[in-house]
């Protein structure tokens, strides 16, 4: 495969089907991922309405990120918990794609991206012969509620997330990795799950959130130990996980972007008031083709880089 295939625009080879409960809504819910023509974008269908039914995964459609991320159509037609499969799809390189689903709620699944990567990655990715477009960062942006921040400044050609946690559960305690999302291997950001404090979950259901979950789709802290039996994935799946959530609710840019996140204890709401942020100013980003004329020659020749296509 020659290199610059990897800055034209992909989508699936064939359609894929899962199935499973919501973490927070607790419904079972049917998922078609079908593949798209160039320059669709990737599109949400609830199927179980005959009308009024597309939503757009963009920032502007957000209409709630406590806990998880809700996009929402001028209809008040929702799907939620978004962000692993977005994810699944940033890190892929997956441009196009139609979700069809028949309730509000994207399955859980495992608590990860990995079931997401796999079944894509089994059917094959397709690639066209459109290039990709990218949102450069130009200029730096911040955003700051309370102890938590996030900031974006520009990069020469990669995706950068430097992300910390910091928590006074022992187990969890302090974490940060950095992550170069067109570079690196991203096995362990697809395959770390969600987390939760024990003493949290009947607060968590009593505000409506996490009915469905349990020690299948996610992992669960008490005291100073963790009650999954299997144990965790890889040493840093907690803030690996935020990471994973991060570079999904990125892709509701609607595009790849080329600059360096910097996050302290932040989550979905933070990275999308930071995206919110960014496209007020115009002069804060560009978007251009990548082609052949003007991209950068490490990123054409540089064997690793991945999913930036």
Do not use: W
């Not at 441009?95 to 079931?115: C, H, Q, R």
């Not at 955003?143 to 928590?167: A, T, V």
């Not at 991060?246 to 840019?253: I, P, Q, V």
């Not at 080329?258 to 804060?284: A, M, P, Y």
């Amino acid at each position: 495969m020659c290199a610059m295939s990897f800055h034209k625009q992909k989508t699936l080879k064939d359609q894929i089907h899962l199935s499973g409960v919501g973490l927070h809504s607790g419904k079972f819910a049917n998922l078609i991922i079908k593949p798209a023509a160039p320059n669709n974008g990737i599109v949400f269908l609830r199927k179980d309405l005959k009308k009024n039914n597309i939503i757009y995964p963009n920032v502007s459609n957000v209409s709630t990120a406590m806990l998880c991320t809700t996009i929402s159509n001028e209809f008040n037609v929702k799907v939620s918990t978004i962000e692993h499969l977005m994810g699944a799809f940033y890190g892929l390189g997956i441009d196009n794609a139609v979700v069809e689903i028949d309730n509000e709620e994207v399955p859980i699944l495992d608590g990860s991206a990995k079931i997401f990567v796999e079944k894509i990655l089994n059917v094959g990715i397709k690639i066209s012969e459109i290039p990709i477009k990218v949102i450069r960062i130009n200029k730096s942006v911040h955003f700051n509620e309370g102890n938590k921040s996030i900031s974006i400044i520009p990069s020469k050609i990669n995706l950068e997330i430097d992300f910390e946690i910091k928590y006074e559960n022992q187990l969890i305690g302090n974490q940060r990795n950095t992550l170069k999302v067109y570079e690196d291997d991203l096995s362990d950001t697809f395959n770390s799950r969600t987390f939760c404090l024990y003493e949290d979950i009947e607060k968590l259901r009593s505000m409506g959130f996490a009915k469905g979950g349990s020690l299948d789709n996610a992992l669960v802290v008490k005291d100073d130990k963790l009650l999954n039996s299997d144990g965790l994935r890889n040493d840093k799946e907690f803030v690996n996980h935020k990471i994973l959530d991060c570079m999904g609710d990125l892709f509701l840019s609607g595009y790849k972007i080329i600059g360096k996140i910097k996050c302290s204890q932040g989550g979905h709401k933070l990275t999308n008031d930071l995206l919110r942020k960014v496209f007020q100013n115009k002069e804060n980003y560009s978007i251009s083709e990548i082609n052949e004329k003007n991209v950068p020659h490490s990123l054409v020749y540089r064997q690793n880089l991945k999913s930036i296509a």
